[in-house]
């Protein structure tokens, strides 16, 4: 089977992606109490409580919408058309 994506079309989804990821880290300026700052230690994680109570919420939020999607949106399609393939009703 062939790609979905051919390797040039996957170069400029990259170039693009990483270019929105590096202005949304580059456009908040670094303040002096950033800069003063001392650096975490070893032993500290590198995902804190709050981060992954985040992405957790997040990926429940997203799986949510896409079984409701992928299950609802299925029923809804399919009223009203006879079966499915075609057939005669």
Known sequence: QDSPLKAVQMLWVNLIMDTL???ALATEPPTEALLLRRPYGRDHPLVSGTMLRNILGHALYQLLVI???LFAGQSQGRRGKGPVGGGNP
């Open 21 to 23: 990821a590096s202005l």
């Open 67 to 69: 079984f409701t999607l």
